[in-house]
C-alpha cells in the first residue's frame, strides 16, 4: 500500500510537472505572440491555445480522491464518543439533567411524605367530627326521645363521677 502509493505520487509529478512546462511554454508563446499584435484586439487567443488538462492526470486525482475517501470512511463509521467533543458535552448534559432530577426527588419526598401524613391527620379529624355528629341528635328528632337521651347521658355521667 506505501509503495504504490509513493509510486502513485511520483506518477503523479511526473504528470503534472510535465502539464506545468506546457502550459508554460504555451503562455510564453503566447506572450511573445501577442507582444506583436499588440494594438489588435480582435486577435485574442483561442481556447485551443489553453492546454486540456491530461487525462491521465485527472485519472490519477480521482485514484486519489477516491483512495483519500475509503480512507475516512472507517474512520467515521467507526465513532468514538470518548474522543467526540459534541458526543462528550451531549453526555455531560444529560448526567446534569439526571442529577438535578434525582436530587430534586430526594428534595421532594420529605415534603411528599409529610402531605400524606397531614393528608391521613385530616382525614382522621374529619371522621372524628363525622363520629361526634352522629351521635347528636337531629332537629327532625322527637323532642321527647332527645330529652331522654339527655337524661340518660347526664346519669351515666353521674354514676361515672360517683364511682370514682
Ligand atoms: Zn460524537
Known amino acids: ?18 502539464y506545468c512546462k506546457r502550459s508554460i511554454q504555451k503562455m510564453k ?3 511573445r505572440d501577442s507582444g ?14 489553453i492546454p486540456p488538462v491530461p487525462q491521465q492526470l485527472l485519472n490519477l486525482i480521482r485514484m486519489k480522491a477516491f483512495r483519500e475517501k475509503l480512507k475516512t470512511a472507517p474512520e467515521m463509521e467507526l465513532h ?3 474522543h467526540c467533543r459534541s458526543c462528550q458535552v451531549k453526555q455531560a448534559e444529560l448526567a446534569r439533567d439526571d442529577f438535578i432530577r434525582r436530587k430534586t426527588t ?23 367530627i363525622g363520629e361526634v355528629l352522629r351521635d347528636l341528635p337531629r332537629p327532625s ?3 321527647g326521645l332527645v330529652w331522654k337521651a339527655l337524661k340518660a347521658r347526664e346519669v351515666e355521667l353521674t354514676q361515672q363521677t360517683d364511682s370514682s
Open 106 to 128: 430526594q428534595l421532594l419526598s420529605p415534603l411528599l411524605e409529610e402531605k400524606i401524613q397531614s393528608h391521613f391527620l385530616n382525614r382522621n379529624s374529619i371522621c372524628l
Open 1 to 18: 500500500m506505501e509503495t504504490s502509493s509513493t509510486q502513485q505520487q511520483r506518477d503523479e509529478d511526473v504528470v503534472r510537472r510535465r
Open 29 to 31: 508563446l503566447k506572450k
Open 141 to 143: 328528632d322527637d323532642p
Open 36 to 49: 506583436y499584435r499588440e494594438n489588435d484586439s480582435s486577435q485574442k487567443p483561442e481556447s485551443e491555445e
Open 80 to 82: 468514538d464518543p470518548q
